[in-house]
């Protein structure tokens, strides 16, 4: 909805370094899957927000997919509250429940990038998930230094 679309926005430009352009909010919207884009709140405020996809996998020649973290922010007076934890948690949970089921059954990993600057993020996700840092891509951001990021991955199964 369009208020939704308004909190995403007004959280993403707190939240991180860069400003996403209007496809990212229109391919939140269409896709209208509540258990891979979620909201969290705090006394009816937005506070924090997970934004999923299911996509396919780069060079797969057998049809599989993967989840794909566009975005996760908490505003920063909120971090550290198991906020970020709770909606990654409630991501990984939803796969499970649901991973026999729709496009989901094609699903083999969840993957982000991470700017190589930010160790709190790759911390978060290596320690807290499992995930393992992967490869590094040069020149991901176009407007941010440095430019890196690293690929963070999971096996799903």
């Known amino acids: 909805t369009k208020q939704t679309t308004k909190q995403l926005r007004k959280l993403n430009a707190a939240c991180f370094p860069v400003s996403y352009n209007e496809n990212y909010y229109r391919e939140v919207v269409k896709r209208q899957n509540d258990d891979l884009n979620k909201f969290a709140y705090w006394n009816g405020f937005v506070i924090g927000a997970v934004c999923t996809r299911v996509e396919p996998i780069p060079e797969s ?20 509250r198991n906020v970020g934890t709770k909606l990654i948690g409630s991501i990984l949970e939803y796969f499970e429940s649901n991973r026999n089921v729709g496009e989901l059954t094609t699903v083999d990993e969840i993957v982000l990038h991470v700017q190589t600057s930010n160790d709190d993020a790759i911390r978060f996700y290596t320690t807290r998930f499992g995930f393992e840092q992967g490869e590094m891509v040069e020149n991901y951001y176009r407007r941010i230094d440095p430019p890196h990021c690293y690929v963070l991955s999971k096996k799903l199964r």
Do not use: D, E, F, P
Request: charged share 15%.
């Open 61 to 80: 020649t057998n049809n599989r997919s993967r989840l794909y973290i566009m975005t996760l922010g908490v505003l920063a007076a909120y971090r550290g």
